[in-house]
């Protein structure tokens, strides 16, 4: 009797035991399987660490971002960073996606587009930086978070977590010809319905010499477009609604008529612009660096548009690196978003800062050799993201060549063209 009341003693025991783990288990946030909790993060990196960064940088950003590494390393002696060139973006893309089924070979970070990355957090092999963002020690603080501009950091964010911190960006501005603009009387336009409108005089009065406009990306067009009808660009996107057909009918009526232009072979609208060609350009802000040593006169205004898109790449940080690394990657990461990092980042690159201290300073507005920074201002007031859901970076790729397909028939049976792109649309989501 003895021993089996001991036995039972035993038993309740440890099931108080148990249950008390799980009663202090049940404290904790219950996040994904690879999720970093704030008491797992280290503010030590150790006597040496090295850490590895993937990167597509090349020509005066490849400059910069050797020196603004050199620059953290002098500060941090303790840390090295390995800057791995992968060539460009879809080489980039190929080499993360082809070494992610082998996750012990990714780097310590690396710079993605989001949508890239939407199966590496399925996966949980990227690292949730709430934690570092938040901690006393190394995060960035109320001020420094704050002033990082509200749409970069949502645009770093998959599945509602913040997994990235914004690197190079840029956002769509107007690039235009002053000198034509006053041959043909006409006025730097505010609206899309302005732009159409002068796009329209220039061509007419140029004896259809000159074309009033073209749009860069054809993806950002529609998607912007469709976020003016209050639609995001989702699988729940209808491509053959009435709103749908407005943003496209509106460039392709253009086309056709030859007051508007795509770059088709050229690939990039500031080769007709810088050749006197096209009269005005919807663009990238980055554009700028290439628009400069071939064209003398050349003149910057906002986005004609009330929304705009922020576009370009973030660093992200993978699960395999170790605390120490973890750390060193958030710190670098970290002071490559600072003001003199940011304002020598878009003095010497051309992208615009991420950071809204130094976009709204002086010294960035007053910055030599450049007309971008301002009217920056103006174009970011009302900058959104699109979501990052699953095959979002498929589907958007898929955009640009349906659009590039419909605007080279203007011609053709439209409605029709567009029945038969939604549906190639609609599988780009579903794959």
């Known amino acids: 009797m003895k021993k089996r009341n001991w036995r039972l003693g035993t038993i309740l025991g440890l099931a108080v035991a148990m249950l008390t783990v799980f009663a202090l288990g049940s404290n904790r946030p219950k996040q994904g399987p690879f999720a970093v909790h704030a008491d797992d993060v280290s503010t030590k990196t150790g006597k040496k660490t090295m850490i590895t960064f993937w990167n597509a940088m090349s020509g005066s950003a490849s400059t910069a971002l050797k020196q603004m590494t050199a620059d953290f390393e002098k500060a941090h002696p303790n840390i090295e960073v390995k800057l791995e060139n992968q060539g460009d973006y879809s080489d980039l893309q190929g080499k993360l996606n082809s070494t992610m089924q082998n996750p012990s070979n990714l780097p310590t970070i690396t710079q993605a587009y989001p949508q890239w990355l939407y199966t590496a957090v399925t996966n949980g092999q990227l690292v949730d930086l709430k934690p570092y963002f938040d901690n006393s020690k190394i995060g960035f603080g109320s001020i420094q978070r704050s002033n990082i501009a509200k749409p970069f950091l949502e645009g770093a964010t998959i599945k509602g977590k913040q997994y990235g911190v914004p690197f190079n960006k840029s956002t769509e501005v107007l690039f235009y010809n002053p000198d034509l603009l006053k041959k043909y009387g006409v006025k ?11 796009s329209k005089e220039i061509y007419e ?3 259809h010499k000159v074309v009033g406009t073209g749009f860069d990306a054809l993806n950002n067009y529609y998607v912007i477009g469709m976020k003016g009808y209050g639609d995001s660009f989702t699988s729940k996107l209808n491509f053959d609604s009435k709103d749908s057909k407005k943003v496209i009918n509106y460039y392709a009526d253009g086309v056709k008529d030859g007051y508007f232009q795509i770059a088709g072979a050229q690939k990039y609208m500031y080769l007709p612009f810088s050749n006197g060609k096209v009269a005005m350009f919807v663009g990238a802000s980055s554009s700028e660096q290439y628009i400069k040593p071939t064209h003398a006169n050349y003149a910057v205004a906002a986005r004609p548009s009330k929304n705009n898109l922020q576009q370009g790449t973030d660093i992200y940080m993978f ?13 670098y990461m970290k002071f490559l978003t600072e003001p003199k990092q940011q ?9 615009m800062p991420v950071n809204n201290q130094v976009l709204k300073s002086d010294s960035y507005k007053n910055l030599a050799g450049t007309k971008v920074p ?12 699109m979501p990052v859901v699953k095959n979002s970076n498929t589907a958007f790729v898929q955009l640009n060549q349906i659009m590039q397909d419909i605007l080279t028939h203007p011609n053709s049976n439209r409605n029709q063209l567009i029945k038969q792109n939604a549906q190639k649309l609609k599988s780009a989501w579903n794959q």
């Open 188 to 198: 730097v336009p505010k609206t899309m319905a302005q732009l159409k409108q002068a």
């Open 205 to 207: 009065k140029s004896n």
């Open 319 to 331: 699960k395999n690196a170790s605390k120490a690394q973890r750390t060193a990657a958030f710190e």
């Open 343 to 351: 304002l020598y980042w878009a003095k010497t690159t051309g992208y």
């Open 374 to 385: 301002q009217i920056l201002s103006n174009s970011t007031e009302n900058m959104f993201t």
